[in-house]
């Protein structure tokens, strides 16, 4: 069993859980461009200096976002890898990519996703070279591929797609400006956003 945290530690992990929440709301609402370093420290309740002693600068205020959404997806996924069902059969792979792609709206219909660079921002490349990032941006590629992949050779997907577009498609749904647009009106639920989504990414819109 490891030793338990000091109390010194335990505050430090507080002060930073605080300041990436600050963070991932900022970048939710405003994105990374608009969010400055002042309104992060404000929001965390900390004095700039104290912020910038834990993260130096704006990008790495935004990676350490960033990383902590992939972990928690991260642990979404494998919680669902741990999932049966009648008489322990793995849940089928379409409705695991239906689970992790519900999650990701979910979590931006609260305000917790950080929307995603542009490919060409600042904070795209400094992302390229944040290894905690990258590392976990592979490992859910991959375990999401597994499913796609899965999810075609049993005819539950179009096969004749590129995975790598399935898989960027899911991807996008984290940060759909559609699932903003339908939440900013107030006339639908959000069980109603989650359920046309999930519906138009994986049925499409055609009369069936």
Not at 34 to 45: P, R, Y
Not at 75 to 97: H, I, K, N
Not at 135 to 153: C, G, P, V, Y
Request: with cysteine; aromatic share 6%.
């Amino acid at each position: 069993m490891g030793a338990r945290p000091s109390i010194k530690d335990q505050l430090l992990r507080v002060r930073q859980d605080a300041i990436v929440g600050a963070v991932n709301r900022l970048l939710a609402t405003k994105g990374y461009d608009a969010m400055t370093v002042d309104e992060v420290a404000a929001e965390a309740g900390l004095a700039k200096a104290s912020l910038y002693k834990l993260f130096p600068s704006k990008e790495e205020l935004a990676g350490a976002a960033m990383v902590g959404v992939l972990d928690r997806a991260l642990a979404f996924v494998e919680e669902l890898r741990g999932q049966t069902v009648e008489g322990d059969r793995p849940v089928a792979a379409l409705d695991q990519l239906k689970a992790v792609t519900r999650w990701a709206m979910v979590t931006q219909l609260e305000g917790e996703m950080p929307s995603l660079p542009a490919h060409n921002s600042s904070l795209s490349a400094s992302l390229q070279s944040n290894e905690a990032y990258m590392d976990r941006l592979i490992s859910l590629s991959n375990r999401l591929s597994i499913w796609i992949t899965e999810a075609q050779t049993g005819g539950q997907l179009n096969s004749s797609l590129p995975p790598e577009l399935v898989l960027y498609t899911l991807f996008a749904r984290a940060c759909d400006p559609v699932v903003a647009l339908l939440k900013e009106s107030g006339q639908y639920t959000h069980e109603q956003i989650l359920d046309w989504v999930t519906s138009t990414t994986f049925d499409g819109m055609a009369c069936r």
